[in-house]
């Protein structure tokens, strides 16, 4: 089932959440919602209710087959537009599809 917007953020949220070792902040600004572990960011939640999306890290063919396949994946908004990508609620966005991005850029931040 394709997400809202908020969904996508909750999914990718709680998914962080049970990841050991995550830690919560706002060091950027007030409206991003960063997830670290090891002092690492590997999830940005954007709190804008007119731009729900997040940013994860991924490797870089794996991102560029990401953005090929789902209209709403894009390059990272905030960061590296070559190792991170920014994804939005769009067809075939899933919780199962964000569940893997957030924890696969979990797994790249902390090797």
């Given at each position: 089932?394709?997400?809202?917007?908020?969904?996508?953020?909750?999914?990718?949220?709680?998914?962080?959440?049970?990841?050991?070792?995550?830690?919560?902040?706002?060091?950027?600004?007030p409206g991003l919602?960063?997830?670290?572990?090891?002092?690492?960011?590997?999830?940005?939640?954007?709190?804008?209710?007119?731009?729900?999306?997040?940013?994860?890290?991924?490797?870089?063919?794996?991102?560029?087959?990401l953005r090929a396949?789902?209209?709403?994946?894009?390059?990272?908004?905030?960061?590296?537009?070559?190792?991170?990508?920014?994804?939005?609620?769009?067809p075939g966005v899933?919780?199962?599809?964000?569940?893997?991005?957030?924890?696969?850029?979990?797994?790249?931040?902390?090797?």
């Open positions: 089932m394709t997400l809202t917007g908020e969904r996508l953020q909750r999914a990718a949220r709680r998914t962080a959440d049970a990841l050991p070792g995550t830690t919560s902040s706002r060091p950027f600004s919602d960063v997830r670290k572990v090891a002092g690492k960011v590997f999830l940005i939640v954007t709190d804008d209710p007119g731009e729900r999306i997040i940013t994860v890290k991924a490797e870089p063919e794996h991102g560029r087959r396949a789902y209209p709403s994946i894009g390059v990272g908004r905030y960061l590296d537009k070559t190792h991170w990508i920014s994804v939005g609620a769009g899933t919780a199962a599809l964000v569940e893997e991005l957030v924890t696969d850029s979990y797994d790249l931040v902390r090797s």
